[in-house]
DNA sequence: GCCGTCCTCCCCCGCTGGGCGGAGGCCGCG
DNA sequence: CGCGGCCTCCGCCCAGCGGGGGAGGACGGC
């Protein structure tokens, strides 16, 4: 059974020079290509591809908009692995949340296309060394940007850390009391040195000092049950 | 000039088994061993190697304290490569954030152990398919999880929004109006929609829920200036 | 021993915040 | 035109929050 693959590239040169670098390979078979955006929903509802190859820059509709579309209406397990000259990390970003399943570069040596179209096609996922390095920095250094908000946070005692993690939690003193085995009142002095210390001036503006410093983090709170 | 490698695993075995792949590598030359995290640590600063295969679960102190610390009081461009047999994500982020540029399973083909190390000594970064998966899906699905959350926003006013958007900001109710050019009275019963409409019960809350449903993000405001 | 820090708890008090009810003006829809 | 939704505002009430200030006990360093 080979790879189905849909080709997308707004120059027919660059298109067909992928196609012919694909049809080298025996497992891999080119079963449509297109030339923008909109043309490329056509072909993939038509021809239902396992991978689609796209460029990002196209006229009419651009790859990412493609993608988004395509991922959305795909009623099969379509993959789809971004081919771009640029590496402007925002589009990195964008292609992912769109539903794409890579990222490379279009300077990848021809051999490695094919290998990338199989790595897609076997459910992995693919990112340029570059850009992965970039991924790798947001999550290793993105978090920490804010140097100067979460610096603050080592002013604060274990517990008054406790305290801004339970206040971020939108909870009242009293409840944040039965939680944590104490009085109400204890927890109202160690919000008080806790505004003072962070130079705040109410809880709210814990809560949003408390997401600003990733001491907590979106996505790991129930809200409105 | 090949590239020296210090092999780290608490298991001579394994450790072993790593050297003997990599010696058939003429370019690349194991400098030194290590069966500890304490060992790496003295290991790194007495050999300088350009990269470090590092195992996580190790005694005395495991791998990802010992990159976070090689990394910090490194004085030379030291790259380490993560090795590990399990794949518990947690793992990925934390090594990440300790410094390391790459994080590879051990059930990897020999010829590409290689290969990783190479990428890694160029400066590059590497991580398993399977591992980029998820990375990459916590980046495309991550910040959409909270669909629930994020679709009780539809149920608010554009002028409610606002107001969430402002009480996010950490503001007290005189404030936005002064924003908004509008009354408190009026901020007070925009407030008081809002919460009847989201089910919550302070504002403390709307600031949760607004980061929660990514109508904030982290990194886009001022906090205690 | 003394001192500093941290955690715990107390009282008093001013004020913001939020519930409740009501009201008027505007606009779009049927 | 009447109805409903939205935005604007008002008054009353009071629980909760936060400031100020104080105090005791545990712990560890000097």
Known sequence: MSISVLVVDDQALVRGGFTMILRTHPDIEVVAEAG???E?????QRHRPDVILMD???????????TSRIVQEADWPVRILILTTFDPDEYVYQALRAGASGFVLKDIP??????AVRTIADGGALIAPSITRRLISRFAEGPTVNTAVA???H????????????????????EIAQQLYI????????VSSILTKLGLRDRT????????????????QDIGT
């Open 151 to 153: 610096e603050r946070l």
């Open 40 to 44: 490329a929903i056509e072909a993939a």
């Open 110 to 115: 021809p051999h490695e296309l094919a290998t």
């Open 56 to 66: 990002i820059r196209m006229p009419e509709l651009d790859g990412l908009e493609a």
């Open 183 to 190: 009085g109400p009142a204890t927890v109202k002095s160690h």
């Open 155 to 174: 002013r604060l005692t274990d517990r008054e850390r406790d305290i801004v993690a339970a206040v971020a939690r939108g909870d009242t003193n009293t």
């Open 205 to 220: 503006q814990i809560v949003v000092f408390a997401y600003e410093s990733s001491l907590v983090k979106p996505g790991t």
């Open 36 to 38: 923008t955006g909109l």
